[in-house]
């Protein structure tokens, strides 16, 4: 039975139907189950869901052969994982953004030597920043990272962006994109070895229908 860790939000919706049509059904209704294990009709594979930060940890650490998450996820996470499919949904940038009007470089407050940035990916921020010589304070936030130059917390933000309206109507622009992301399949490096038939069907099913 292989094992694939799945994302509950917004992922959930688009991965089930993609496993569907490459022929791996589930019984009950996952999206709306309070349960967080699911075996498949054929007992062949075993659904479990975490939180998307901790799907690449999950596969990583081979608790998972496998999993769906967003390639801000692996980024941020630094997981040594293999990642043999984009799977086409769930486009996004992950973008620096700030006050309109604004360009990046030397911090809009002069009294700090350095830029306030507020956001969940504090490692892809510094990798960021540090490759542009620029110095940056990290400011970690869960939720509402908008909210954080509108009151003075942050001079930017560095998140999630998909249609930037919620940009838009705080009164805020992207300043650079530092990465695009995607849906990917993730495979555990070990189980990618030993079970590696079972693994090679499932990618060949899945392109079939990303195709």
């Known amino acids: 039975m292989l094992v694939i860790a799945l994302c509950k939000g917004r992922f959930l919706a688009p991965s089930l139907d993609l496993l569907t049509e490459a022929g791996i059904c589930f019984p009950e209704d996952i999206a709306s189950s309070r349960k967080l294990i699911f075996n498949s009709e054929d007992h062949s594979f075993r659904a479990v869901l975490v939180k998307p930060a901790d ?38 940038k992950i973008a620096v953004a700030g006050a309109n009007g604004i360009s990046e470089g030397a911090p809009p407050n002069t009294s700090r030597p ?4 507020a956001t969940k990916y504090p490692r892809i921020t510094m990798d960021y920043y540090n490759s542009r010589g620029i110095p ?62 079972e693994v090679l069907q499932l990618i060949q099913a899945l392109e079939k229908v990303i195709r």
């Open 55 to 92: 799907v690449p940890t999950y596969v990583e650490y081979g608790a998972a052969d496998m999993g769906i998450a967003g390639r801000d996820v692996i980024l941020e996470s630094r997981a040594d994982v293999l990642q043999p499919l984009d799977l086409k949904f769930g486009y996004c």
């Open 114 to 117: 350095t830029i306030r940035v």
């Open 136 to 197: 940056v304070e990290i400011i970690p936030l869960s939720g509402s990272i908008e909210l954080a130059p509108l009151i003075g917390l942050a001079d930017r933000i560095v998140d999630l962006v998909e249609t930037g309206r919620t940009l838009k109507d705080n009164g805020l622009e992207i300043v650079e994109v530092i990465a695009e992301s995607s849906a990917r399949l993730l495979i555990n490096r070990a189980g990618y070895q030993t079970k590696r038939d």
